[in-house]
């Protein structure tokens, strides 16, 4: 799995975890719609690091909690 594809699927994750739909995300964490459904549908394929602080910000967590999991321990190196 890369690095995008696991984002994607973290915050989608998380998002059914605290029923959460993409407007009420976006309103918790200031970030626009169109760009939460870009990373969810890949559009955005390098999802800045800022985004990803908003995002974990408008869900309660902390950036280590979003990357905290077995996933993101285990992705393979992605530049060869």
Known sequence: MDTCSAV???LLALCGE???????LATESAVPP?????????KSTN??????????????????????TDT???LDQEIR
Request: net charge positive; hydrophobic share 40%; charged share 20%.
């Open 8 to 10: 994607k699927n973290r």
């Open 18 to 24: 605290y029923h959460l739909s993409i407007h009420k």
């Open 34 to 42: 169109s760009t939460i459904k870009n990373i969810l549908y890949g």
């Open 47 to 68: 999802p800045g690091i800022v985004t990803i602080k908003m995002l974990c910000d408008g869900m309660g967590i902390s950036i280590f909690d979003f990357f905290n």
């Open 72 to 74: 993101f321990r285990t």
